[in-house]
């Protein structure tokens, strides 16, 4: 079995960050070669209006991009990938990653049904399945959300579920606990497929954060800034209301309605998961 640890850094609008001593560690295989989307493919849904409604019905598609939501360019002189938003969809690695830093930022553009929300994206993992499957935008996957105030949320995609220890919060939605009842979060149940993160770790508006993803096995970890968000156990898929073990797939970044930077985009191996996140 494989184990990995991938790391994501997204920008929250311009600045730059030291990198942990976890992030500095050996073995590190970057996703992103800092001059183009080698590796990657872009895939943009239906055009929609600013209430959500599909305009044409038809996927702008795979790798058809004449908005150019998906580019490349430099910060600080660094290269980054910009994803405006302005278009539903994400670039996904051409290949699957079994067992996975991160960094992002915010830019300042927003876009049909998300002008007046926060700004969204999301790092999907474990990714398989056709293209546009939710939301026509999207293939099925586990969810670590992007979102201003909300990053580290689970959502699952299209089909995407896991168990995962949380407690109910009134009226409120599911908050993870580790110390909560094991919980399954799927689409098909009267539980749904949302469970919100655990504290808060997000840096101001203006600075890099960074995402850590762990998995292992059946098991993956959301890491904001190096504090744990949540904890997932059993991830799986669900067909027809039969579940069937999600453990492999390919990694999506998503353009929803938001401008976005990411840099340093690359994944380790590592012999085992943290010991420190798992209570």
């Not at 038809?58 to 490349?72: A, E, I, M, S, Y």
Request: hydrophobic fraction near 35%; aromatic fraction near 12%; proline fraction near 4%.
């Amino acid at each position: 079995m494989n184990y990995f640890r991938f790391i994501m850094i997204f920008l929250c609008c311009i600045a730059t960050t030291a990198l942990t001593g976890f992030q500095k560690a050996a073995n590190w295989t970057p996703l992103f070669n800092g001059k183009d989307l080698t590796g990657w493919d872009t895939y943009l849904a239906p055009e929609y209006d600013d209430h959500g409604k599909a305009i044409t019905g038809v996927p702008v598609g795979l790798n058809n991009d004449p908005l150019k939501v998906f580019t490349v360019l430099k910060q600080d002189k660094e290269p980054v990938i910009r994803i405006s938003g302005q278009g539903w969809g994400a670039i996904s690695t051409k290949k699957e990653y079994e067992n996975y830093q991160l960094q992002f930022k915010w830019g300042q553009l927003k876009w049909g049904q998300k002008k007046n929300a926060s700004k969204d994206s999301g790092l999907l993992y474990h990714s398989v399945g056709p293209f546009g499957a939710d939301y026509g935008s999207w293939m099925r996957s586990q969810e670590f959300q992007i979102d201003e105030g909300d990053c580290g949320d689970y959502w699952g995609v299209a089909g995407g579920a896991a168990e995962i220890p949380a407690v109910k919060t009134g009226n409120g939605p599911f908050v993870y606990d580790p110390n909560g009842d094991m919980v399954s979060f799927r689409e098909d149940s009267k539980t749904g497929r949302f469970c919100k993160k655990s504290g808060d770790a997000e840096k101001p508006s203006g600075e890099w954060n960074t995402i850590d993803l762990y998995c292992h096995g059946d098991t993956s970890i959301h890491v904001m800034n190096g504090e744990v968000m949540m904890v997932l156990y059993k991830n799986k898929q669900i067909d027809k209301g039969i579940a069937s073990p999600l453990t492999k797939g390919k990694i999506q970044i998503q353009s929803e309605g938001a401008e976005v930077f990411y840099k340093a985009i690359k994944i380790q191996e590592l012999n085992q998961l943290p010991k420190e996140f798992i209570k």
